[in-house]
């Protein structure tokens, strides 16, 4: 089964500095990988995916998360950021079974707050 | 492109009334259907899924049934609501390659009282 750790529920920035937040996985199958963004009140939008292609992916607004199969981690980095920024995070993994439904299971999520 | 919907936006129900929340995905065919719920500070569980029509497998036992009486169209339900179906529920799409993205409606937020 799979399992995603997000640690950290609230992390807080100033404007311009580095956005780390940290996600780990736990799989039986090579994993596909998502980054997610929700602001209030709204659905997730896709920041970024690993589909097994390259361990540094890129995404949308700046944003880049690197696959460590050795460390089971796949962590979100912004080197700067901006007010916009502020939402909450969603790191997922796929069951992998395309059979079974393609089902994501999602992390518990962080907060992001960004400071002037 | 592809699109998808959800109503309402909000509702406020009172305890043991039903409960009927649509979703509808514009632009693909045979897609995999998805419903959330998201409680504050838990993040996202999985209720159910569909991969076709009349297909519903479900993830949770719970106060809710779900259904798909058309390829493109996934319907929330309940007999009667409890307070703990309290949340915002999402609905989700994708194509069922296990790289897709799923990609996620506006939200229903709803208000048991």
């Known amino acids: 089964a799979q399992s995603v750790t997000q640690l950290g529920s609230h992390v807080s920035v100033s404007e311009g500095a580095l956005v780390l937040l940290r996600c780990n996985y736990s799989?039986?199958?090579?994993?596909?990988l998502f980054w997610y963004v929700q602001y209030p009140n709204q659905g997730l939008q896709l920041l970024l995916k690993?589909?097994?292609?390259?361990?540094l992916v890129k995404g949308i607004n700046g944003f880049e998360a690197e696959f460590k199969k050795s460390e089971t981690s796949f962590h979100l980095t912004k080197p700067s950021a901006h007010m916009s920024d502020a939402a909450e995070y969603f790191c997922a993994v796929s069951d992998g079974l395309t059979g079974g439904g393609n089902k994501l299971t999602f992390g518990t999520g962080t907060q992001l707050k960004v400071e002037l | 492109s592809q699109t998808i919907h959800q109503w309402p936006a909000t509702l406020v129900q009172p305890v043991g009334s039903p409960l009927s929340l649509e979703c509808t995905v514009e632009g693909t065919s045979n897609p995999n259907l998805y419903w959330y719920r998201q409680a504050a500070g838990r993040g996202l569980q999985l209720l159910f899924y569909?991969?076709?029509?009349?297909?519903i497998s479900s993830e949770v036992p719970q106060n809710l049934s779900a259904s798909r009486p058309q390829d493109r169209q996934f319907i929330l339900s309940s007999k009667k609501l409890l307070l703990s179906d309290s949340g915002f529920y999402l609905c989700?799409?994708?194509?069922?390659?296990?790289?897709?993205?799923?990609?996620f409606g506006p939200g229903t937020r709803l208000l048991v009282l």
């Open positions: 569909s991969v076709g029509i009349g297909q």
């Open positions: 989700a799409w994708t194509q069922g390659n296990i790289q897709e993205t799923q990609y």
């Open positions: 690993y589909t097994s292609a390259a361990t």
């Open positions: 799989s039986s199958v090579p994993p596909y």
